[in-house]
């Protein structure tokens, strides 16, 4: 089939709920990606944010390979080595103590919202807390995670959604404390907000609310579903922050490319939650997906990802700046690590269009935000690649 028979076909089956550039990709290798028509692409996206290790990776392939030969699923009425083995990788290189394996980041969301309601309902024998979130926020799409999703047009259509959830401003102190009332269970933000245009939580923010959490008893949920997984030079980007959540969400780069997601907590809050019957899940944390992570986990850590991050983050940010300087429409470098955003006074999205057509895969954040978030294997030789196509790029806007 050629592409535009591939694409009408799609458009006539799946339901319309995105709209996709118009891209029939086939297969990968390393940082590049080839469409059906055998087309190459720069992939400064990796499936958002999803393929830390590229494509192809060889190690990764024999895992999973091995692991299909030999057991795709239990159920959680059993115990699994892949997922027993993943979860001691997960929680040495988090520090945190107890983990729950879901099928994508929204569920993981779904079990720290749970856990968060079950802690306090311990505590106080009753129910009925509340969550504070933030404005410009993602969580995910299913009821729960839109509850606390900062963005009125996701929610609208939707509601009446999950009540007690009440929205601060991400990164200012005041709007939290303001919103504090004593049925507060949680706090929950994105260590670096991603859909919502690439902003990271200050240290300031990040040190006060955690302050008011310990003041007050309310845990601190970080959402490290896009940042975390060595994508900002630590395993997880609160690492930076000299703080430490009470619960954390991670999924996205967690298995590279196969349905995983994961929420974990501290012993403290493991003691007062979640209990047989509270929470549960079919797939959830099968040896399949256990194997990709407990894989993912173990290059990660062997190939030292989080070093070569922060070396060449540092020239991924120098050449964004000198592109900052040299296009006036742009206004900002925003990031940390291998997550950047450059904030543009025009639409972006012709921008992204015009780069697909370069063979370069960019995408959005908001409307006025280019992503990047590659795989995290990119070198220098890639970043001039792509620095070589976005200018001349937007050269022609
Ligand atoms: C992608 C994302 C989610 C949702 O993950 P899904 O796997 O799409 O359900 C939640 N939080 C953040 C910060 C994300 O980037």
Redesign the pocket.
Known sequence: MNKMTYIETAESELLHTYNRFPLVLDHGDGVYLYDTDGKKYLDFAAG??VQALGYSNSEYKEALKAQIDKLMHTSNLYYNVPAISAAKRLLKVSGMDRVFFTN??????EGAIKAAKKYAYTREKEAGHEIIAMEH??????LG?LAVTGNAHYREPFGPLMPGVKFAEFNNLESVKALITDKTCAILF?TI???GGIYPATKEFMKGVRELCDKHDILLIL?????GMGRTGEMFAWQEYGVKPDIM?S??ALGCGV?I?AFLMTEKVAEKSLTPGDHGTTYGGNPFVCAAADKVLEIMERENVTAHVKEVAVYLEERLNACVEKFDFLTERRGVGLMQGLVCEKPVLPIVKAALEKGLIIITAGSNVIRMVPPLIIEKEHVDEMIAILEEVLSVQ
Do not use: L, M
């Not at 994508?104 to 969301?109: F, K, L, P, Q, V």
């Not at 959402?223 to 940042?227: G, K, L, R």
């Open positions: 958002i944010a994508s980041g929204t569920e993981a969301i926020s993602f969580h995910g799409r299913s995670a994105e907000q991603g859909e959402d490290e579903i896009q940042c969400t999924a996205k349905p997601g």
